[in-house]
């Protein structure tokens, strides 16, 4: 059966053969959840893009023989009842029509919340001898249950989901619910038999990881290299190598923040230790902290060929894992690393050249990227004080400051700081006691 034209209908009989939910799904086509939840509501009545419907066949075209009968019958199945679309079924078999993001949210929230409430009830319990009553607390339950293995996809979708929150909450919302199901996680790998434990090891690496990057993201390094370590630590006991070297990218990651180049390069080096039996998208990361690294060294002629090097890597980028996929849900990404090596690198003439990359970048950035763009926008400034251009770099750091106080975000107001740094130059001028205020303000 050839698709010639994909509206709704067939998105939803390829996640359905998938068996994918749509966090799952929105995050291996690489577009939003609201981007799914809308073309399977309006099922026929909406036609993909260009762009979408080549994603689509692409991951049509890697179904396997009894994932293509599974298309092919619900596509019969829409047939008999068109109605059926836009329903949302859970990996944990729960049904909830999504309508709008409204009720996307309000569905994450009460997740969330179960998680904190006590997600080993999704376990399947057996009765201590005498017992008449459900436990009282949640060790009791962890001691006298069988860990269930939908537990794991639980927390895979539910990581989906703070990914997206972070975008658009900053650490300080998520960091009670991400660590109190970081900590639930290790509980349950403790008292799980495999392969069980295995999943639960695995997912628990990746909560881990994104522990550490709120609490750095908070400012909080002390307890971001706690979580970096412990990230380290999940990945060596589960025993795979791409999340070894994930993990290893981490922290690379920590070390961008001490302006530590040598200490980056050595992580990011270590990370692609593996070698070709790396995937794509971890041979990416890798690749771009090391280009990070030798920027700050001042070497950018490095950081440009492990850059060129990453390149062809993005398109290759396809395997379903919920972790470490920035690198293709974040527009330009590669000239995003470009732009901010070349402001790192200390020279003139890199600084300028940044600006002109910033410039093209922003151009085309999504709305809703907020933090992402604020970010941008702080570095954007950075390289325009040092061109000099004062007004610019001024509207640039306004821009970034009404962030930080949305979203609390540590990291965004260094950055904001260092751009008073490199406008030592015309500090003293009446735009330069703009940029103070703005600054002043933020931090």
């Not at 939910?21 to 981007?35: K, L, N």
């Not at 319990?125 to 639980?154: F, H, I, N, Q, T």
């Not at 396809?318 to 790192?344: K, M």
Request: charged share 25%; aromatic share 6%.
């Amino acid at each position: 059966m050839t698709i010639i034209k994909w509206t709704g209908l067939e998105v939803a009989a390829l996640r359905t053969a998938l068996r994918d939910t749509q966090v799952q799904f929105a995050d291996r086509i690489g577009c939003s959840i609201e981007s799914v939840g809308k073309w399977e509501r309006k099922g026929a009545d909406i036609t993909l893009g260009a762009k979408y419907s080549e994603c689509m066949d692409t991951a049509r075209r890697r179904l396997d023989d009894e994932q293509q009968a599974r298309f092919e019958a619900a596509r019969r199945e829409q047939d008999r009842a068109p109605e059926n679309a836009g329903v949302e079924v859970s990996s944990l078999g729960s049904t909830t029509l999504l309508r709008d993001p409204q009720k996307v949210d309000e569905v994450r929230r009460r997740d969330f919340g179960a998680t904190i409430l006590g997600l080993p009830a999704l376990a399947v319990e057996v009765p201590k001898p005498g017992m008449m009553s459900p436990p009282s607390d949640v060790s009791d339950l962890l001691s006298s249950a069988r860990v269930a293995p939908e537990l794991v996809d639980y927390f895979r979708t539910q990581l989906s989901g703070h990914y997206i929150a972070d975008m658009y909450l900053g650490p300080l919302c998520l960091i009670p619910t991400v660590q109190a199901q970081t900590e639930l996680i290790a509980r349950l790998a403790g008292t799980a038999d495999e392969p069980v434990r295995r999943g639960l090891l695995e997912i628990g690496t990746a909560y881990a990881a994104l522990l550490g990057w709120l609490y750095q993201d908070a400012g909080n390094r002390a307890a971001s290299a706690k979580w970096r370590g412990t990230t380290l630590s999940l990945a060596h006991r589960c025993g795979n190598p791409q999340l070894t070297s994930y993990a290893l990218s981490n922290m690379a990651m920590l070390a961008l923040d001490d302006n530590d180049g040598r200490t980056v390069v050595d992580y990011a080096r270590a990370a692609l230790a593996v070698g070709t039996k790396l995937s794509p998208k971890v041979r990416v990361m890798a690749l771009q902290y090391e280009a990070q690294g030798h920027a700050m060294l001042g070497d950018r002629t490095r950081a440009d060929c492990l850059l060129d090097e990453a390149a062809p890597l993005i398109d290759r980028i396809d395997d379903a894992h919920p972790w470490g996929n920035s690198c293709r849900r974040t527009l330009h990404y590669l000239e995003v690393q470009r732009a901010t090596c070349y402001g790192r690198t200390g020279c003139a003439q890199d600084a300028s050249d940044a600006a002109a990359l910033w410039d093209e970048i922003m151009e085309s950035m999504p709305e809703s990227a907020r933090r992402d763009n604020a970010v941008f926008r702080a570095r954007q400034s950075a390289v325009l004080s040092r061109v000099p251009d004062p007004d610019r770099a001024v509207w640039a750091a306004a821009e970034a400051a009404e962030a930080v106080r949305i979203t609390g975000s540590a990291r965004l107001r260094s950055e904001l700081k260092g751009v008073a740094r490199h406008a030592e130059a015309w500090i003293h001028t009446s735009a330069g006691r703009e940029l103070r205020a703005l600054v002043g303000a933020a931090a």
